[in-house]
T-cell receptor, first 112, second 111 residues
Framework: SQTIHQWPATLVQPVGSPLSLECTVE??????LYWYRQAAGRGLQLLFY??????ISSEVPQNLSASRPQDRQFILSSKKLLLSDSGFYLC???????????FGPGTRLTVT | DAKTTQPPSMDCAEGRAANLPCNHS???????VYWYRQIHSQGPQYIIH???NNETNEMASLIITEDRKSSTLILPHATLRDTAVYYC????????????FGPGTRLSVLP
């Protein structure tokens, strides 16, 4: 089965600073990859998904961007963080033809 | 928008069965019902999915009504570690299809 790795687990950043969150996948090739955000007490919001290297689809216009430089690497970035970017960021992967998504442990981002 | 409706919260006594309902009255013929759960501050965990037949695995059972407009996730012997938010999702099972997570049901298993 595939394993999703994310780091860091927690992050505190000032407003206006850049952001880079990394997600890597182990145990599979050519997965679909996803970035979700969860505000406190809310459901998950899909931010980006990727079906292959360099292929990124954005679900919500925002202050964030995503890149997929390698098959099993997915990066979430921002040039200048806003207070509203605070939340719990989750990376997920799905096997080709698979029915379920596997989630990483998440990164809790606090923008101060 | 999520295509499902779930109660915001439920309680269950430890050792008893937890029955979590989900309404999906607009489900299409090719959409599956998936259940995930999220323990506090962790990523969601896949539990089970089904199309129209009832399903059972080592974690839970999924009962889908004949008209497929609702379903129930059953945890047969709930433990304190089952305390989590449970998400019911309907989705076409195709490569690249995304999951839409609603607010889910917060299940509290009480000692």
């Amino acid at each position: 089965s595939q394993t999703i790795h994310q780091w860091p687990a927690t992050l505190v950043q000032p407003v206006g600073s850049p952001l880079s969150l990394e997600c890597t996948v182990e145990g599979t090739s050519n997965p679909n990859l996803y970035w979700y955000r969860q505000a406190a007490g809310r459901g998950l919001q899909l931010l980006f998904y990727s079906v292959g290297i360099g292929q990124i689809s954005s679900e919500v216009p925002q202050n964030l961007s995503a890149s997929r430089p390698q098959d099993r690497q997915f990066i979430l970035s921002s040039k200048k963080l806003l207070l509203s970017d605070s939340g719990f960021y989750l990376c997920a992967g799905a096997l080709v033809g698979g029915y379920e998504q596997y989630f990483g442990p998440g990164t809790r981002l606090t923008v101060t | 928008d999520a295509k499902t409706t779930q109660p915001p919260s439920m309680d269950c006594a430890e050792g008893r069965a937890a029955n979590l309902p989900c309404n999906h009255s607009t489900i299409s013929g090719n959409e599956y019902v998936y259940w995930y759960r999220q323990i506090h501050s962790q990523g969601p965990q896949y539990i089970i999915h089904g199309l129209k037949n009832n399903e059972t695995n080592e974690m839970a059972s999924l009962i889908i009504t004949e008209d497929r407009k609702s379903s129930t996730l059953i945890l047969p012997h709930a433990t304190l570690r089952d305390t989590a938010v449970y998400y019911c999702i309907v989705r076409v099972a195709s490569y690249g299809q995304n999951f839409v997570f609603g607010p889910g049901t917060r299940l509290s298993v009480l000692p």
